[in-house]
């Protein structure tokens, strides 16, 4: 990367190429792997973290309460615990698909987000079954929060020294702000410095998506996701009343049912790499050929319902999954059979 000159003798630091190393979708696929992965390490543990605000927020304004009255404790949670725990908690989610879009290609980031979303639904699962082997042991249920906590501040910091910047235009203004202490040059800056962000154009910019947000294909596939996730969580309670109070299992045995779902993650995942692979071999590499002999725009041929098909299979295997699951559960049924209930759920996931 290096400066080229712009307007107003304003010299703008820009990558020397598509293949730049600096690049983020240039960089090797080991390092690529390792940011995807603290990324999604970090959205499951800061979710995780918010159980544990619970109980040292139990064990913080009991007290206060006897002491002050009920009244500011409540104002307090309610005002500002409640907001500040879902406007920071929400940073992993938002922040998923740029990281994503800025390390990937336009080739390879369904497949990326295929697996980087099979993290984020297998996690969970991993996190019940050693908890309930945890639970059940000499150690006890606080040890569950304790390794949660421990792990987390570990690799919270190991991701907070390694993990790199991937957005591209925050790393030409790092490179911009190098050349200018080395140069005697006094106007050499990124493109981002030339638009300096202000109100307003968050503003524009939020009314301009608006309309986007409005459509029903995305309120609905929210209110689908939503509940979907929803009824993931129901069954890590369900498998515990199901084999803990009526099969007489232990807590850990009752959570290793849970192996059924994370099988059927990866399942459902693997067939979305196959069809990914499949799509743009036989669609977007042919069109994007055409669109290049007809001097188009690459993005115009993009379809993205072609994504759909996957989608509209899992939203069947789900329900009967679930019929499955509810068949087969009572006592003098064979455990084998709701596990594979378990990985129709997962595939459907």
């Known amino acids: 990367m290096g400066p080229s000159l712009g307007c107003d003798n304003v010299l703008l630091v820009e990558f020397n190429g598509p293949d730049n190393p600096e690049h983020p979708q240039n960089w090797t696929l080991q390092r690529q792997i390792w940011v995807l992965g603290m990324f999604n390490f970090i959205s499951t543990v800061s979710s995780s973290i918010v159980g544990k605000g619970y109980i040292f927020g139990f064990l913080t304004f009991g007290p206060l309460s ?32 740029g990281v994503v879009s800025d390390c990937f290609t336009l080739e390879h980031r369904g497949i990326t987000l295929a697996c980087a979303v099979a993290l984020m639904f297998s996690g969970p699962s991993f996190g019940r079954v050693v908890g309930g082997f945890v639970t059940g042991s000499s150690l006890g249920w606080g ?13 919270s910091l190991l991701s907070a020294v390694t993990f790199p910047e991937t957005y591209a235009p925050i ?28 109100f307003e154009d968050i ?25 979907h996730y929803g009824i993931l969580f129901l069954f890590y309670s369900a498998y515990l009343i199901d084999y803990g109070d009526l099969h007489g299992w232990s807590t850990g ?41 007809h001097n188009k725009n690459q993005n115009e041929t993009y379809v993205p319902e072609i994504r759909l098909p996957p989608m509209i299979i899992g939203s069947l295997l789900i329900p009967l999954g679930i019929l499955w699951n509810a068949w087969t559960s009572a006592p003098n049924t064979p455990w084998p059979s709701p596990v594979c209930a378990g990985v129709l759920i997962g595939s459907g996931s």
């Open 143 to 155: 040890w569950t929060m304790g390794l949660v906590i421990i792990s987390g501040l570990v690799l």
């Open 253 to 293: 045995l009752s959570t290793v049912l849970l192996v059924g779902i994370i099988t059927g993650v990866f399942l459902g995942t693997l067939a979305i790499l196959l069809y990914e692979i499949f799509y743009f071999r036989l669609y977007y590499h042919t069109h994007k050929i055409n669109t290049q002999n």
């Open 171 to 198: 790393i030409l203004q790092k490179w911009a702000q190098v050349l200018h202490r080395q140069s005697a040059h006094a106007q050499i800056k990124a493109s981002i410095q030339m638009r300096p962000l202000n």
């Open 66 to 97: 006897e002491k002050f009255g009920r009244k500011y404790p409540l104002i307090q949670s309610f005002l500002l615990g409640l907001f500040f725990a879902g406007f920071f908690g929400v940073s992993p989610a938002a922040v998923l698909g």
């Open 203 to 227: 503003a524009r910019h939020k009314k301009s998506k608006n309309s986007t947000k409005l459509q029903p294909i995305l309120t609905l596939l929210t209110l689908y996701q939503s509940f």
